[in-house]
């Protein structure tokens, strides 16, 4: 806890140091303002023709100008001949900066005339002058409209569009309907700005996943280095991958790398990446396998088949063509709403990965929930579009919004679990090593505690024979000194540091090693029984932290004692095995100022923590005015 208002001030500050830098990265994906006219003649779906706008519409052969006749609807009538070309001129009177004319054209060609000065053409082989233009129908469709800058002193001139009409040999000329092209005029940098908008819009979140992708491959490539090979990761990256092609199949340049495709690839790469999604869930878990599987791959297989309807593969256009084209929208909804569900369900069997996923999933539907709720006096369209489209698929419309909704919620779930793994195990392992460094300085001191041991016993040894000579003599010719020097020779014994030499090699080392640290304090140690089981209902690293803070809570206590001492008594007793340790303590008015109770510090919380598992009655701590006593215990049996 007292460390959560610095948590709370680094989150803070990290945000604050953040936000410039989002400002500034997601600047340029909003456009300028759009400065435009709409110079039309044809009006838009539901809305009445609005007149001419300015525009003469006309035909003109060698100088001879005839005005065609509006219908009403934005078509003219009056040609002279099947596939005449036609003009339509109008003073330009519009202010703008950098002033851009679009013209809207499919298979017609067109040439653009500025105060009878031609600015483009599609036929430059042609007699480009106004009243001798004969203009073709194109082959094709054109992809793109057709933009041109128009010069800065435009204010006051006169746009002349000239524009091909289609041959009907069959129809009357006079009959004959043309209809000019759509005509906007707008701002150059609103344009410009648009671009910019549109390939940050689509290159952000590509550059974001390609990202994400680098980060978890390092981490992949992490683990297995340190003998964590698992091909989950891979998985989900993959998952991305197909996301990422189908943002950019969404990309307007798109068509110009890779040409028209006969398929929807946007959809196709999307429903991809869900059938991987699926799989890489289904990774995760032993119980619900067999279920995630079957969902992963009903969804890749009718992603297949939604691939081959729209190849031609399977059947004609009609009914039955757009439910298989459409088919991998549903089982994919329904797919990743009944493994989101058996994520909740793992959740409450344990399972570390699922539990992780689905506190995330529940952290994201409140946030956005409220966010909804909130964000709609501030976001009055997108919150009411998201109603709206909820609303719609609710009523019978296939769940496009839906489908992304729930997708975007497992794949952002999955990827919070991923990264929580990631830690743990790293976490993990470096506590593991940090065990492993603990052991091995402790098998250090061990082994040279050993030594001091057996070189202090073989020096004993070695004067045996001498004492044994020495005291027979005593006791013929000094009688009253033996005394005095048995006791001399108690003491030696005495002080020969003890040895752990139980059936747990772990424990053996743990306790040699303390005793060691205790000895070059000047700390006098007694160990009563040293009983323990080869095997102990602890992880390696669990009895080193249990052992370990017990005996340093006793070292540091007996260094400041006036009289110190540690006592150990370890034994097996009734299937339990008792662990007990005794040391002396500081007077209580010295207590404070020398050292702090072992009650307060944080190692015996680290006791208790591990000790919880199986309640308090299997740990108790009695304290006297300079004893202090730790016992535990340790079930055998489960």
């Known amino acids: ?289 067999p279920l995630f599987l079957f969902c992963a791959v009903l969804q890749w297989c009718a992603s297949l088949i939604s691939l081959a309807t729209q190849m031609g593969m399977i059947l004609e256009y009609g009914d039955g063509y757009v439910f298989f084209m459409e088919l991998p929208k549903i089982i994919g909804f329904f797919a990743l709403l009944i493994t989101l569900a058996g994520a909740f369900f793992l959740w409450k069997q344990g399972n570390r990965f699922f539990c992780h996923l689905s506190q995330a999933a529940l952290i994201i539907i409140t946030c956005y929930a409220l966010f909804l709720v909130i964000g709609s006096p501030f976001f009055p369209d997108y919150v009411s579009s998201v109603f709206s489209r909820l609303k719609g ?32 195990k790293e976490t993990e392992r470096r506590t593991e090593l940090a065990v492993l460094s603990a052991k091995n300085q402790l098998a250090v001191e061990s082994y040279e505690n050993l030594c001091r041991q057996s070189e202090e016993v073989m020096m004993i040894r070695h004067d045996t024979m001498k004492h044994y000579s020495l005291l027979r003599t005593m006791a013929e010719e000094s009688p009253k000194r033996l005394s005095g020097y048995l006791d001399e020779l108690i003491g030696q014994i005495e002080n020969i540091r003890p040895v752990v030499a139980s059936q747990n090699q772990i424990l053996n080392i743990l306790i040699n090693g303390k005793l060691n640290t205790a000895a070059s304090k000047g700390i006098s140690t007694e160990i009563v029984r040293s009983e323990a089981p080869e095997k102990l209902p602890l992880t390696d690293s669990e009895l080193c932290c249990l052992v370990v803070n017990i005996l340093d809570n006793a070292i540091s206590a007996a260094s400041v004692s006036k009289k110190p001492y540690i006592r150990l008594d370890f034994h097996c007793k009734d299937q339990h095995f008792v662990f007990s340790c005794e040391n002396s303590m500081p007077d209580a008015d010295e207590r404070n100022i020398k050292t702090p109770s072992p009650e307060h510090g944080y190692g015996l919380k680290i006791i208790r923590q591990i000790m919880n598992r199986w309640g308090d009655n299997m740990m108790s701590i009695e304290e006297a005015e300079n004893v202090y006593q730790i016992t535990i215990v340790l079930p055998l049996s489960s």
């Open 393 to 424: 698929e609710l009523t019978g419309n296939l769940p496009n919004f839906s489908l992304r909704l729930i997708w975007n919620l497992c794949l952002i779930s999955s990827l919070a679990a991923i990264v929580l793994e990631l830690l743990e």
């Open 1 to 289: 806890m007292k460390q959560f208002p610095k948590l709370t001030a680094a989150l803070l500050l990290s945000i604050l140091v953040c936000l410039p830098s989002a400002f500034a990265v997601f600047y340029y994906t909003q456009p300028m303002e759009d400065a435009s006219y709409d110079l039309s003649l044809f009006p838009e779906d539901g809305q009445e023709w609005e007149g001419n706008k300015g525009w003469t519409v006309y035909t003109n052969e060698s100088g001879t100008i005839t005005e065609l006749a509006p219908n009403g609807g934005g078509g003219y009538l009056g040609l002279q001949y099947p596939g005449q070309t036609f003009y339509y001129s109008r003073t330009l009177t519009e202010e703008l900066d950098s002033p851009m004319i679009q013209i809207g054209t499919v298979n017609q060609t067109v040439s653009i005339f500025l105060n009878d000065s031609m600015i483009y053409t599609d036929c430059p082989e042609l007699d480009n002058r106004i009243g001798y233009l004969e203009l073709p129908m194109l082959a094709y469709d054109r992809a793109e409209a057709v933009t041109v800058s128009l010069p800065p002193d435009y204010l006051g001139q006169t746009l002349t569009i000239a524009q091909s009409s289609p041959i009907y040999s069959d129809t009357e000329s006079n009959t004959l309907t043309v209809w000019p092209c759509g005509v906007r005029l707008y701002c150059g940098y609103a344009y410009e700005s648009g671009l910019i908008a549109s390939a940050a819009k689509t290159m952000l979140p590509i550059v974001l996943m390609f990202a994400l992708e680098l980060f978890l491959l390092a981490a992949f490539i992490w683990n297995a280095s340190v003998g964590n090979f698992s091909f989950r990761i891979p998985v989900f990256v993959l998952a991305i991958f197909f996301q990422i092609c189908s943002i950019l199949s969404k990309a307007d340049f798109f068509s110009r790398y890779v040409g028209i495709s006969s398929f929807d690839l946007t959809w196709l790469c999307f429903h991809l990446s869900v059938g991987t999604l699926l799989l890489f869930l289904a990774l995760y878990t032993k119980q619900l396998r």
